[in-house]
């Protein structure tokens, strides 16, 4: 099927179903495989695996064009009730990421982020529940019941707002050196894109999935949230 339409300036994310292939996600979006692999730091052999989140360009566009706009240029009308304005089109995909489970947590015990000096705050005041793992899990997913705040981790631009398959909000935050971090599972927004936040500024609420999902990348390449965390 064609892929959903979306907005010009932002990118999509696509949630690997069973089976799905990367140039099956590639063809479905209309864009190269090589461009899904380069966001996204695929393997050499471009495997994939169930509830994988992909970041998913717009044809022909690269990492160091996204939220170059000035804010608020290019933007849709604004709507209430959350932000200011509206979130892209929804960008759907077959499958939902899956809950994090007893054995993807850490050894079946919660924990907290071990302060390092990092540059980034946590995101959510909570126990992290399910840790960072190359090639299972991009970020980690922190405890967090619904209408719990959702802030900043560091000072940066609203590079992106969309939705995942089931119309959830999904929030990129562009920050210097090349990183970027991702908050999923929220469910009311505060920010709109171009906005610029401070560190600890709210982005809105954690929705009703019991948890936030928590990313850091550069280059579009997933890292440990943890080593960043103060």
Do not use: C
Not at 33 to 42: E, I, P, T
Not at 174 to 203: C, F, I, K, W
């Amino acid at each position: 099927p064609a892929a959903p339409a979306a907005s010009a300036a932002a990118p999509r994310e696509h949630v690997v179903a069973a089976g799905e292939t990367a140039w099956a996600v590639a063809r479905r979006y209309g864009v190269t495989v090589q461009d899904l692999a380069s966001w996204n730091g695929l393997p050499a052999d471009m495997s994939l695996r169930p509830g994988q989140r992909l970041i998913v360009p717009q044809p022909g566009q690269r990492p160091d064009e996204l939220a170059t706009t000035a804010p608020g240029s290019g933007s849709p009308t604004p709507t209430p009730p959350s932000a200011a304005q509206p979130l892209p089109d929804e960008s759907t995909a077959p499958a939902s990421a899956p809950a994090p489970d007893a054995r993807s947590t850490d050894l079946g015990a919660t924990r907290t982020a071990a302060s390092s000096g990092g540059q980034f705050r946590m995101p959510v005041e909570g126990a992290i529940i399910r840790v960072y793992e190359k090639g299972r899990n991009d970020g980690i997913d922190i405890a967090a019941p619904t209408g719990t705040p959702v802030s900043a981790a560091g000072s940066g631009e609203v590079a992106a707002i969309t939705r995942d398959s089931s119309g959830t909000p999904i929030i990129v935050v562009r920050h210097q050196g090349d990183l970027m971090t991702v908050y999923t599972n929220l469910g009311e927004v505060a920010v709109a894109r171009g906005d610029t936040v401070a560190p600890g500024q709210s982005l809105g609420q954690a929705g009703d999935a019991g948890f936030v999902h928590f990313e850091v990348r550069r280059g579009f390449e997933s890292l440990d949230p943890e080593t960043f965390l103060n």
